[in-house]
Structures are given as structure tokens and as C-alpha cells.
């Protein structure tokens, strides 16, 4: 065990948005991790429920707002969108304009595909097809319009140079540029800009839809891929197809200063509020397990986090699994392994 004292343990605030569904159990199941770690996780919870958001209107996202702009990091569980999209409101408040989602592969997981996978899709978060639903021109014709801005781009290119660094690998930059000769034109120019700077960082730009076919084919060549909104909300489903599924994930959403440095960033599980099974103890953490491990890296704590990331890995592949991936164990029950083996590898650093 290692020794704890919470009076003098580094501390670091983060804002909880708590949700609906199995939010409450993924949130118990990430105290209980953070209890473990050799410094202090001090949440500032946010109640984003259905309930709480028909009560309090959206004077609780001024508040979620107010808190994530003062403390900077943030944890969301997943939330009901039924008026409407938290995530959404979220992302436009606080200008989130890089979305980051790592896909690997997860020994012990049943997949089609049998290779190696290893991927951070970095997208554009905004922009794109997504902002313009379009509208009719007569019975038969409907146009829309497409948006590509230079700053969010430079945002995502600088994170995904800086992420290619951290994690000794190359770049690749992905969009219809031949066709989409403007738009996707300028996202090529601004990463092709932005590559100058890392010039020790292998970086090449692949058509999207040839990319698609090669990171079946040939997944080792590819490390960091960066890309336009649309394009890596595809990508990304189907990097995680191929990983074998589709929740077992998380993401970040990252606000930037003008400078280019990070002003404000949101992790949270992929899968959605599985209200069939909320309050049972039985959801899979795994996802809020593994964006937790990203918020811890992202403060800094590299060794919590990649001790977190590999105790679930190892979970899994010694087959200590919750149901929906074919194992037995409770929620808690999963948590308390992955807490032994995440406190066994601290203690060895
Ligand atoms: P939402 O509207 O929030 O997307 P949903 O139930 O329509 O909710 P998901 O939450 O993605 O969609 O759930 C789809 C299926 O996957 C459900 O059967 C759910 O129980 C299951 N599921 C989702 N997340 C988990 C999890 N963390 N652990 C176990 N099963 C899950």
C-alpha cells in the first residue's frame, strides 16, 4: 500500500460532470482509483442530469462553464440528450475545437481484425459538414455549406505534432484535398505549415478514402492522423470497429489560447448512459477508467496514468471482465482489481 496523506499530497482540482444512466457507478468507480494514487484528485462535482438540467435550465451549463474555465480539467459521464445535447453546449461554451481519440487494441477482445492497432485520431472539432444542416432548393436539391478555419486547424495540427513527439511516432494529415481543392486545400496548407516546426516528425498527407483502405491493410504505418471534423468522427468509429468496440474508449475535447496552448480540456468515456443497466453494478468502467487515464497525463501524472491504462488492459486480458465483455465480474468488483494492480505498479516506481 502506499502511504497517503491527503494534508500534504499534491492537489489537483477537477470539474465532475456528473450525468445520467450509469454516470453514478463510472463515477464511483473513478473515486475509487483516484483514492489510490499518490496525490490528490479534488472533484468539483456538476450535476448534468435530466433531472437537475429541467430543474436549473441552463444556468447549470453558466455554472458548468464558470468551473471548467476556472480549474481547466474536466471528467464527463455520459448525459441523456433529450432537449438538448450537453455535449453540444459544452463543446460551443467553451470553444473546444480539437477533438482527440485514441483507438489501440485490446488483447483479450473479440475482433474481426486481427492486426495491431495503435492510432490518436485528432479532428477538427468543429466545422466541417456539422455546422450547416443545409437547406432545400426546390423539391429535389439541397445544398449545405462546408467549413474549414485556419485556427482550429493550426490547433489540431500543433496537438497532433506535439502528441507524434510525446509518443515517438510520425503524423499523418488526411482529407479530399484533390477534390475538396479549398477547403480541405486549406487544412493541408495549414498542417503542411505546421509541420515546419517538427521537423524530427515524420509527416505525410493521404487521401482520405486511400486512408481508409490502408489503416486496414497496413496499420503499422500509421501513428498520429489528423484530420477534418467529419472525417475523423468516421475514422474514429471505424478505427474502433476494428478494435472490436466501439465503447471501450474515450475522448478529450481540447480549447486552445491564441497562442496555441491548451486552455481548457474534457475527457470523457465513449459510450452513452446504457440506462437498462444503470443503478446494477454491472456497466463496464473500462471507458471511464481509460479517460481518467488520459486526464492523468494530461496534468502530468505520466506514471498514474500509464499504470492505470495498463492495470485495466491487464485486467481484461487475465480475463477479469464485466458481462458485456463476456466476464462475470460486478462494476466494483473490476474497480477493486484494477485499484490492486494500479497501487502493485506505483509502488514499484
Ligand atoms: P444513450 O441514449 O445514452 O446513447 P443507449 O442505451 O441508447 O443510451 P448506450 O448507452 O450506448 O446507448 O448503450 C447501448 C448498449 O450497450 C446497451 O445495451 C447498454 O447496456 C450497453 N452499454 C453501454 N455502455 C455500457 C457499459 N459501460 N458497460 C456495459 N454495457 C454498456
Known amino acids: 500500500m502506499l502511504a497517503r496523506d491527503s494534508r500534504t499530497m499534491k492537489t489537483y482540482k477537477i470539474v465532475e460532470l456528473h450525468g445520467d444512466g450509469i454516470s453514478a457507478e463510472l463515477s464511483q468507480s473513478v473515486h475509487r482509483i483516484a483514492e489510490a494514487l499518490p496525490f490528490r484528485l479534488d472533484f468539483v462535482p456538476v450535476d448534468l442530469s435530466l433531472e437537475n438540467r429541467a ?23 455520459p448525459t441523456a440528450t433529450k432537449v438538448e445535447s450537453p455535449n453540444a453546449i459544452l463543446r460551443e461554451r467553451c470553444e473546444f475545437s480539437v477533438i482527440h481519440r485514441p483507438v489501440g487494441s485490446i488483447p483479450g477482445i473479440q475482433t474481426n481484425f486481427t492486426r495491431e492497432l495503435d492510432i490518436d485520431v485528432v479532428r477538427i472539432g468543429t466545422g466541417g459538414t456539422y455546422e450547416d444542416a443545409g437547406r432545400r432548393i426546390g423539391l429535389d436539391t439541397a445544398v449545405s455549406l462546408r467549413v474549414i478555419e485556419r485556427t482550429p486547424a493550426r490547433h489540431a495540427a500543433r496537438f497532433a505534432f506535439k502528441l507524434a513527439m510525446l509518443r515517438k511516432g ?79 474508449g474515450d475522448s478529450a475535447n ?96
Open 55 to 77: 430543474k436549473r435550465g441552463l444556468v447549470i451549463y453558466d455554472e458548468a462553464e464558470a468551473l471548467m474555465r476556472l480549474h481547466k480539467v474536466a471528467l464527463k459521464y
Open 170 to 248: 510520425g503524423v499523418v494529415s488526411t482529407s479530399k484535398y484533390t477534390i475538396q481543392a479549398q477547403t480541405d486545400g486549406l487544412f493541408e496548407e495549414v498542417v503542411g505549415v505546421v509541420a515546419q516546426d517538427y521537423p524530427g516528425i515524420p509527416y505525410r498527407r493521404e487521401l482520405f478514402d486511400s486512408l481508409l483502405a490502408s489503416v486496414i491493410m497496413k496499420p503499422e504505418r500509421y501513428q498520429v492522423i489528423v484530420c477534418p471534423n467529419e472525417y475523423g468522427d468516421f475514422l474514429s468509429d471505424m478505427a474502433c470497429g476494428l478494435i472490436g468496440s466501439v465503447g471501450l
Open 254 to 349: 481540447y480549447a486552445f489560447s491564441d497562442d496555441g496552448a491548451i486552455t481548457l480540456a474534457m475527457f470523457d468515456p465513449a459510450g452513452g448512459t446504457a440506462p437498462d443497466i444503470a443503478g446494477k453494478d454491472v456497466c463496464n468502467p473500462f471507458a471511464a477508467l481509460f479517460a481518467l487515464a488520459s486526464l492523468l497525463r494530461h496534468i502530468g501524472e505520466w506514471d498514474a496514468s500509464k499504470a492505470l491504462k495498463q492495470a485495466v488492459l491487464d485486467c481484461v486480458a487475465a480475463g477479469e471482465r464485466t458481462a458485456d465483455i463476456g466476464g462475470k465480474l460486478k462494476c466494483s468488483q473490476f474497480t477493486e482489481l484494477v485499484t490492486g494492480r494500479v497501487q502493485k505498479s506505483l509502488a514499484a516506481v
